[in-house]
């Protein structure tokens, strides 16, 4: 039967979540060391530990990254490639007054040279630098990274912890309820997808619930989504009946499996689960009492 109260409630409050188009996840293989996505696209490596290599690179950018050499300043230093083919080379570090001059207390002034490099170590441009001028540096600027972008587990785990969705609570048949009476509740069980920025790249990330833990307030707990507007005892419905009167704070916790789409197209299913909550939803519970007026 239908939850039927024959008395004024507070207005029912109906929520929406936002959801975007579902991503398709395939589950990765930890186990298996083979090179799963190759370029165009990028290269996606297993990153081992059988479910963890948390910092182990997953994605790396195809594109070719700059290669930066700080040479000591002097008219007569430069840099000269001692073999073209591996690119290796020879820095000149004679010091003279310019080294010193014209940079703040502590620093010293560097030719900048600059090339560009493929990840797989090749020079799009020819093995040779160019020069990109001047600049100061002291002991504590940090050095070049000279390494192409890459993605790690770590990197988007954080992410996703920082984004993992709300969660709305909805109780009916309104936002207050009564003792002994069977009060339905639920939340939106769909897909959601956010895109998060990882080093530059846009993320899209799908989170799917997979398992929905309540609190009701009282000591007591349940798990499931939930059913709208669910018959009393439905399967699959939660619903509670509070023994007392008084106001209760309601908190339901969503664990989320997450599916990431690497830059390459490449989706991968994130180890574990990632948490988002809901509430304290207030929820307050009255009595209700039968008035003789009349007796024959």
């Known amino acids: 039967m239908r ?3 024959l008395v004024a409630v507070a207005a029912v409050m109906t929520v929406f979540l936002a959801v975007g188009p579902a991503t398709a996840g395939t589950d990765w293989d930890w186990d298996d060391g083979d090179l799963v996505g190759t370029d165009p ?4 490596t297993d990153p081992g530990g059988g479910g963890g290599g948390g910092n182990e690179p997953i994605f790396t950018d195809p594109e070719p990254y700059p290669e930066y050499v700080y040479v000591p300043y002097c008219p007569s230093n430069g840099i000269t490639i001692t073999d073209p083919e591996t690119g290796e080379y020879q820095m000149d570090d004679a010091l003279c007054t310019g080294f010193s001059a014209m940079c703040p207390e502590g620093e010293n002034r560097y030719w900048i040279y600059v090339r560009y490099r493929d990840p797989d170590g090749g020079f799009p441009n020819g093995p040779q630098f160019s020069n990109e ?7 504590h600027d940090p050095p070049p990274a000279n390494a192409p972008r890459q993605i790690t587990i770590d990197d988007i785990i954080d992410s996703a912890r ?4 709300g969660v709305e609570i909805v109780t009916e048949p309104g936002a207050r309820s009564y003792v002994n009476f069977p009060t339905n509740m639920y939340v939106d069980d769909a897909e959601q997808q956010v895109n998060v920025d990882v080093l530059g790249f846009d993320i899209p990330l799908t989170f799917s619930p997979e398992e929905v833990t309540w609190n009701f307030g009282d000591g007591v707990s349940a798990t499931g989504a939930g059913i709208a507007d669910a018959e009393v005892g439905q399967e699959g419905a939660v619903e509670h ?3 007392r009167s008084g ?3 309601i908190g339901v916790t969503v664990d989320y499996t997450v599916v990431a789409t690497l830059p390459n197209g490449q989706t ?5 689960t990632i948490s988002g909550s809901g509430g304290p939803y207030d929820l307050g519970v009255g ?3 039968s008035i003789v007026k009349k007796v024959r």
């Open 162 to 165: 920082a984004v993992a969705p």
């Open 3 to 5: 939850r039927l109260l």
């Open 247 to 249: 106001s209760y704070a």
């Open 241 to 243: 009946a509070y023994r």
């Open 41 to 44: 696209g990028g290269s996606v």
């Open 133 to 139: 001028g001047v600049t100061c540096r002291g002991p």
């Open 268 to 272: 991968l299913e994130m180890p574990g």
């Open 287 to 289: 009595e209700l009492q």
